[in-house]
């Protein structure tokens, strides 16, 4: 139902089944592929570490997500369309990005936000990643609301002040049912 929904936004692709998500996150890296859909968040569980673990070490960035709902409507699954560069699919929805920093304290969180806040995004959300994740303490996944907001100065912000952050992604969530 993911990839039913992500060819909406991008035409022309086709559908390529790999045996597990390594494959199809290895298949995109090597070029392949041009896509993977991965399962990032789901309901019951929150966020989904070992697929993030994934992403990171094939490289890839979050450019869609989409959250799609079980049969029976209990509970949903948040899937992400990567792909190999942080590029911007045009799509309705709300726009986010996605970053992991390394903090060396975490106070240094309380300055993200209001720095956020300054230039127009929004905090949504922020994960505190586990040792075996982030490889140190302090180890943050945030994600923010970008709609209106002076990206450009927010970003340079976050080059100026945090040098080692990782973009996970910039990406639009889109609605299943539009």
């Known amino acids: 139902?993911?990839?039913?929904?992500?060819?909406?936004?991008?035409?022309?692709?086709?559908?390529?089944?790999?045996?597990?998500?390594?494959?199809?996150?290895?298949?995109?890296?090597?070029?392949?592929?041009?896509?993977?859909?991965?399962?990032?968040?789901?309901?019951?569980?929150?966020?989904?570490?070992?697929?993030?673990?994934?992403?990171?070490?094939?490289?890839?960035?979050?450019?869609?997500t989409a959250e799609i709902p079980s049969d029976d409507y209990e509970n949903s699954t948040k899937f992400a369309l990567?792909?190999?560069n942080p590029d911007i699919i045009e799509a309705?929805?709300?726009?986010?990005?996605?970053?992991?920093?390394?903090?060396s304290r975490q106070s240094e969180l309380g300055n993200i936000?209001?720095?956020?806040?300054?230039?127009?995004?929004?905090?949504?959300?922020?994960y505190s990643l586990p040792l075996s994740f982030g490889g140190r303490e302090n180890s943050f996944d945030i994600i923010f609301s970008t709609e209106g907001a002076d990206i450009a100065g927010f970003f340079c912000y976050l080059f100026l002040e945090y040098p080692h952050?990782?973009?996970?992604?910039?990406?639009?969530?889109?609605?299943?049912y539009q």
Request: glycine residues 6%; contains cysteine.
């Open 92 to 103: 309705d929805g709300k726009e986010f990005f996605e970053c992991k920093l390394i903090l």
């Open 82 to 84: 990567v792909y190999k």
């Open 113 to 126: 936000i209001l720095a956020a806040d300054y230039f127009g995004a929004e905090v949504c959300k922020v």
């Open 1 to 64: 139902r993911a990839f039913e929904y992500f060819a909406k936004f991008v035409p022309g692709v086709l559908a390529e089944y790999e045996e597990d998500f390594k494959s199809a996150c290895e298949s995109v890296a090597n070029g392949e592929s041009t896509y993977a859909i991965v399962p990032i968040e789901n309901s019951l569980d929150g966020r989904l570490n070992s697929f993030y673990r994934l992403i990171e070490k094939y490289a890839l960035f979050v450019v869609l």
């Open 165 to 176: 952050f990782n973009t996970v992604g910039f990406y639009t969530s889109v609605e299943e």
